[in-house]
């Protein structure tokens, strides 16, 4: 599969079983591979009442300008506490 752009974004998931899945789920139905996905520990305050609560950094491709990635962004909205942009890698021809 190509991969023209890469976008790389983190976000993060109630602490509650299957949160990821419906994350991963999101990308899978409009088509979109993640590449690579990471997690990491989130510190503990007045907005995260869980010392085991996480941040994912996800690599997917995607351009973050396309039409698709603009629905997804909509969409992990309504399953996460928060989604953040850090950029898209485009290929080069």
Known sequence: MSCDAKTSLTFTTPNKPGSLVKVLEIFSK?????????????????????????TFYADVCVNEASAVMQSILSELEQVTGEVKLLGCYLQEQ
């Open 30 to 54: 409009n088509k979109v591979n993640v590449v690579k996905i990471q997690s990491r520990p989130r510190a503990h305050n007045e907005f995260n009442d869980s010392i085991w609560a996480e």
